[in-house]
């Protein structure tokens, strides 16, 4: 039995050094201890930043994040992934999530709750050069307000933009017009004097769209979204109230689609809402990746909802709060950071997801997992006990971005900590 119990010790302290790479220099270990799927391994590679959350890469490997409340700073990385030289890039306390640079690197684009700012950039140097002025403003100041931003591998002409919900259920976005819970899109090769008005201007990529965070294009160069959806929630009928919030209403993967042209699509929000835990809504029979409403009437239905609104192709446990995805170079998984619940109990997420892809005899990417699959995702990068977790004991991943080497890094906000994951 101590033989047995001393190997079994070894056989965990191995594995769980196989999970690490080799410490970054003058960089401290992880707060938090993490696991990782077989195969993969992680290193941290940046500490003590303020409130870290998007990142990208220049074509010469620098490393570009936004510090919300900062500004952008700007990381040279080594041939090991690690970090070794730091400065604040822009200094402007409005940014607060989104990032993107133009094709040919040579324009700098970052978000504030309001507006998408550009800069001139210089890839060789890696300067910035006079700010550009705000190229898009408008948008709402309140409820949800980190901007993605995006441009098509295809069009580099155009900008995506989304823009979440000014609260829970925001009824006025049922009205595309109004311009939240709504993605975007604008040809920044003709913009006006000024810039774009979020609210009146651009073309829609779908709305109904709650706070559509993370934005990734697949190999045939369609848009696709991961959705925060709605908290505190209950359902009525026949004037009794059930409180369904822990399981529901699913977090969600959406397909917009063609950027290039408009998509008028209505995805749900606030008035449609995804079935995550069927056992939880008793009056009907569901299955998961359907879409219900909290209080149905004659006229407004989940069957209304089956008829008019556009359901996610794949849904993820409730209140994990995915918040930004990438896929890989052969597009055949999308990773998903998930930020991790504030009130659920017990609390999920906290960690990354791989959601496998295959491309089918049409040439269409799609999740390899059918749209009621509850295990359509894989965990990646992961704590001991996801029900354990809070902003002061896990990991809180945001951004997501790829190396040329095909590295994984990650930004958790919470704890101002960036990770390099690897494969392989």
């Not at 133009?102 to 504030?112: I, P």
């Not at 140097?125 to 709402?140: C, D, E, H, K």
């Not at 595309?176 to 829609?204: E, H």
């Not at 990746?289 to 209304?304: A, E, L, R, S």
Request: charge should be negative.
């Amino acid at each position: 039995m101590k033989t047995l119990r001393t190997t079994t010790i070894v056989l965990a302290i191995a594995l769980s050094i196989q999970a690490l790479l080799p410490p970054c220099r003058n960089i401290p270990t992880s707060l938090y201890p993490y696991k990782t799927a077989p195969g993969w391994s992680y290193v941290k590679v940046a500490d003590g930043l303020h409130s870290p959350r998007d990142l990208i890469f220049d074509t010469q490997g620098r490393l570009l994040i936004v510090e919300k409340d900062v500004g952008i700073s700007q990381h040279i990385v080594d041939t090991n992934g690690c970090i070794t030289n730091t400065r604040l890039l822009i200094e402007n306390s409005d940014l607060n999530h989104g990032i993107c640079l133009s094709a040919d690197e040579e324009t700098l684009y970052a978000s504030s709750s309001s507006s998408v700012f550009s800069w001139a950039y210089d890839p060789v140097t890696g300067n910035v050069g006079r700010s550009l002025g705000p190229v898009i403003s408008g948008m709402a100041t309140s409820g949800h307000t980190t901007r993605t931003i995006a441009i098509p591998p295809h069009r580099t002409d155009l900008l995506v933009v989304s823009h979440g919900s000014n609260s829970n259920i925001d009824q006025d976005t049922s009205n595309p017009k109004v311009a939240r819970a709504i993605v975007k899109v604008f040809n920044m090769s003709i913009t006006p004097i000024g810039g774009y008005d979020f609210v009146s201007q651009g073309w829609n990529a779908g709305f109904g769209l709650r706070n559509e965070v993370g934005l990734a294009f697949d190999g045939n160069n369609m848009l696709w979204g991961v959705e925060n959806s709605a908290d505190n929630f209950a359902r009525t009928i026949n004037g009794t109230t059930t409180d369904v919030h822990t399981d529901n209403p699913s977090e969600e993967l959406n397909f917009l689609g063609d950027v290039t042209v408009p998509n008028d699509n209505w995805y749900g929000y606030p008035v449609c809402f995804t079935v995550w835990n069927p056992g939880e809504l008793l009056d009907h029979v569901f299955k998961v990746g359907q879409q219900f409403v909290q209080t149905p009437t004659p006229g407004f239905n989940d069957d209304t909802c089956a008829q008019i609104s556009v359901p996610p192709a794949l849904s993820f446990q409730a209140h994990s709060a995915p918040l930004d995805c990438k896929f890989d170079a052969k597009f055949s998984n999308l990773f998903v950071a998930m930020h991790g619940s504030w009130n659920r109990q017990p609390p999920m997420g906290y960690k990354v997801v791989a959601v496998p892809f295959a491309q089918g005899p049409d040439g269409l990417y799609t999740p390899t997992a059918a749209s009621w699959s509850i295990r359509g995702s894989i965990d990646v990068f992961y704590p001991p006990d996801e029900t354990q977790c809070s902003s002061s004991t896990c990991i809180r991943p945001v951004g997501l971005a790829f190396d040329a080497a095909g590295r994984l890094y990650v930004t958790s906000d919470a704890s101002g900590e960036v990770f390099l994951l690897l494969q392989g």
